[in-house]
Structure formats: structure tokens, C-alpha cells
């Protein structure tokens, strides 16, 4: 069994900065691909950031390149994602997810986990 459990979600004001961590167990992370979406109320899950195994691959949504930056630590089994610049419009609920290889759709991700409220009020 996979645990995906993110946490570093809050209330921020625009222009501020936030730190997500996920954190995974259960299995061995060797090799396996990690995701961030989110999700907005009314809104349909939506890729963020996505890195590979050897950290060398990263993908960015567009709406998010050039303010997030998506890294993990291999040793600590955990992805990270560095949200600077926050607008009214990230605000959602975030979610991390597991993967075989970098991916854009929610649907190919295996595990996820329970999601980290961001809200960044204007």
C-alpha cells in the first residue's frame, strides 16, 4: 500500500510564498516519476508540475513556469513544491501523486494523496 501525505498548505497573501511537501511510504521510490495538481472548487483536477526520477526532468504547467519550482529529496522519499509569486487564482486544493514516467493527466497517476488547501486572498 501507497501513502502519499502532502502538507505546507495555508492562507497567504498575494505576492508571498509558499513551500508544499509530499511525503511517500509504502514502497520503494526508486524510479518512479512525481506529480503535482490542483483543484479548484467546480474545477476538474489540473496539472501543475510533474519531476522525474533523477530530478534532471522537470514539466510545468504554463500557468505556473517561471513562479513554481518542483524538486525532490530521493532519500526522504519526498517531492517538494516552491510556489513564489502567489496569485488569487492558485488558489485550490493541491495534490501529489505517483507515476511511471513524467505525466500531464491525473488519469495516469497510481496513487494519490489527500490534498493541502492553498489560498492566497488579493
Known amino acids: 500500500q501507497v501513502q502519499l501525505v502532502e502538507s505546507g498548505g495555508g492562507l497567504v497573501q498575494a505576492g508571498c510564498s509558499l513551500t508544499l511537501s509530499c511525503a511517500v511510504s509504502g514502497r520503494a521510490f526508486i524510479g518512479l516519476a512525481m506529480g503535482w495538481f490542483r483543484q479548484a472548487p467546480g474545477n476538474e483536477r489540473e496539472f501543475v508540475a510533474a519531476?522525474?526520477?533523477?530530478?534532471?526532468?522537470?514539466y510545468y504547467a504554463d500557468s505556473v513556469k517561471g513562479r513554481f519550482t518542483i524538486s525532490r529529496d530521493n532519500a526522504k522519499n519526498t517531492v517538494f513544491l516552491q510556489m513564489n509569486s502567489l496569485k488569487p487564482e492558485d488558489t485550490a486544493v493541491y495534490y501529489c501523486?505517483?507515476?511511471?514516467?513524467?505525466?500531464?493527466?491525473?488519469?495516469?497517476?497510481?496513487?494519490w494523496g489527500q490534498g493541502t488547501q492553498v489560498t492566497v486572498s488579493s
Open positions: 519531476i522525474g526520477w533523477s530530478s534532471g526532468s522537470t
Open positions: 501523486g505517483v507515476a511511471r514516467g513524467i505525466q500531464v493527466l491525473a488519469a495516469n497517476y497510481d496513487y
